[in-house]
């Protein structure tokens, strides 16, 4: 036999199961900003970490504009099609941050200024401030209460203390900011709480690293593949270009399944090596 060459690599991460069906989730990233260029969404790598990590499956990424229409359309559709769907961007104070009054008008609502977020952004905020939040003051306070304008029949979350910005809920539309480092914050805060309500299971990933060639690869990829598919697990191969090596992932919510399939394609691809 052969020594085996194929170094392999292993990740579990447990949460408690509390049902046999996987939670979906959908992503809508909005700004015009990250359509044209001008900003890098780095959120969406953000968010899909934190969902495999907890056992949320993030099946779908749409970028929208700063538009209702496509806000609401996308957000309508994503909805009906899965367990949860989040949002970033568009909840500041000027013209083009539409994103609360979008999803309102996407789920039949209006919308309210809601008076704990209020007193949370005068408190945090501080005295000296140079526009506080005040929905009868000048313009420039009125834009800042704005953000504090939610869809009447919203859940929402105070994630942490120290900030004055919710998680708001309607349905099963969770909307968050797009500031990167704000909305990494608030997703580790907010996302292990919804994702012991919804029953996530643990995701596993396991990985073999092999210098055979992805068109040598591909026969005995898809012969493993066909045999495990019906225990959920998955397999992705990746190119290390310009390394020669390619990163061969198995994921699934067996352990199990996932380190019995690893195992074997291990063996087979120190065959071919």
Avoid at 19 to 32: E, H, K, L, N
Avoid at 144 to 173: E, G, H, I, Y
Avoid at 211 to 225: D, F, K, N, T
Wanted: aromatic share 6%; hydrophobic share 40%.
């Amino acid at each position: 036999m052969k020594t085996l060459c194929a170094r392999v690599r292993s990740t579990t991460r447990a949460l408690t199961q509390k049902s046999s069906q996987t939670p979906t989730a959908a992503f809508c990233v909005i700004g015009d900003e990250i359509l044209s260029g001008t900003t890098q969404d780095t959120n969406t790598r953000t968010l899909a970490s934190q969902c495999f990590s907890l056992g949320i499956n993030l099946q779908k990424i749409e970028i929208v504009p700063d538009s209702r229409a496509s806000i609401g359309a996308s957000l309508v559709q994503l909805s009906h099609a899965h367990t949860v769907v989040f949002t970033s961007g568009g909840i500041g104070p000027t013209h083009d941050d539409i994103t609360y009054d979008a999803v309102a008008r996407a789920f039949g609502d209006k919308l309210a200024y809601h008076s704990e977020t209020l007193q949370r952004m005068r408190r945090i905020m501080g005295d000296t401030a140079r526009a506080r939040p005040d929905p009868n003051g000048t313009s420039a306070e009125r834009a800042c209460a704005r953000m504090a304008l939610l869809p009447q029949s919203a859940r929402v979350t105070f994630v942490d203390d120290k900030l004055w910005v919710p998680v708001v809920q309607v349905q099963n539309v969770h909307v968050l900011p797009g500031i990167p480092r704000l909305f990494a914050r608030m997703t580790h805060a907010y996302l292990p709480e919804l994702a012991a309500e919804l029953g996530a299971r643990a995701f596993v990933r396991a990985e073999v690293e092999t210098r055979v060639s992805e068109s040598v690869l591909a026969p005995v990829l898809e012969r493993v593949q066909s045999e495990y598919a019906s225990r959920g697990v998955k397999l992705g191969s990746y190119p290390q270009w310009p390394s020669p090596h390619t990163l061969v992932s198995v994921v699934g919510q067996s352990p199990k399944d996932v380190h019995e399939c690893r195992d074997k394609l291990a063996l087979l691809l120190s065959d071919l090596s």
